[in-house]
């Protein structure tokens, strides 16, 4: 388990890292710092949030997670991402929370 410090730190050098059009386009708000990670609001979606964290390899996990009532649905994860592959997969996170 990391510092409260070190979680920041890796939060706010994702935020950095997520492609200005990724979080324009999710309508990315109410961010918090999580465990190895960071979570964010998605727009007008209800309860729906994004969460990237780092793994052990140095890469990292998205997931779009789904609040239905105490319940977390997962509708979109991708692994061993690394910070160049982060706007092309919030692109195709985008197009799980928003079907077309």
């Known amino acids: 388990m990391l510092t409260a410090e070190a979680n920041k730190q890796i939060a706010n050098t ?3 890292q997520v ?4 979080k324009m386009r999710l ?3 109410k961010l ?3 465990e190895r990670g960071l979570r964010f609001k998605v727009g007008m979606a209800r309860l729906t949030y ?3 964290t780092l793994d052990h390899m ?3 996990t998205v997931q779009v997670v789904k609040m239905k009532k105490d319940e977390r649905v997962i509708i ?3 692994t061993s991402v690394y910070c160049d592959m982060l ?3 919030l692109d195709a996170a985008d197009h799980a929370i928003w079907p077309r």
Not at 19 to 22: E, R, S, T, V
Request: aromatic residues 12%.
């Open 76 to 78: 979109y994860k991708a």
């Open 27 to 29: 309508g990315a708000h």
């Open 14 to 16: 994702l935020w950095q």
């Open 58 to 60: 140095d890469t990292y």
């Open 32 to 34: 918090q710092c999580i």
């Open 19 to 22: 492609p200005l059009d990724n």
């Open 50 to 52: 994004v969460e990237i």
């Open 87 to 89: 706007g092309d997969i």
